[in-house]
């Protein structure tokens, strides 16, 4: 389900907008502010949701529910 950004919880997946338009990549939201992605130039990597690149890419977040 969707989620809004100030109610996100750890473990939501969270969605960028970087090299094309749309969804282009993702990670897990992991509380306090960051996520946990896998990049090409870095690695697995940890960031904040708000710092000046992901900020600007951001396009939303979804809740997996079971």
Do not use: C
């Not at 969804?23 to 502010?33: A, D, K, L, T």
């Not at 710092?51 to 977040?61: C, F, M, T």
């Amino acid at each position: 389900i969707p989620v809004h950004y100030n109610q996100l919880q750890p473990g939501d997946m969270v969605y960028f907008s970087t090299y094309e338009p749309g969804p282009s990549h993702n990670g897990i939201y992991m509380g306090s502010g960051k996520f946990i992605s896998a990049t090409s130039s870095r690695g697995v990597s940890i960031d904040r949701l708000d710092s000046a690149y992901w900020g600007a890419r951001y396009i939303g977040a979804r809740r997996v529910i079971r």
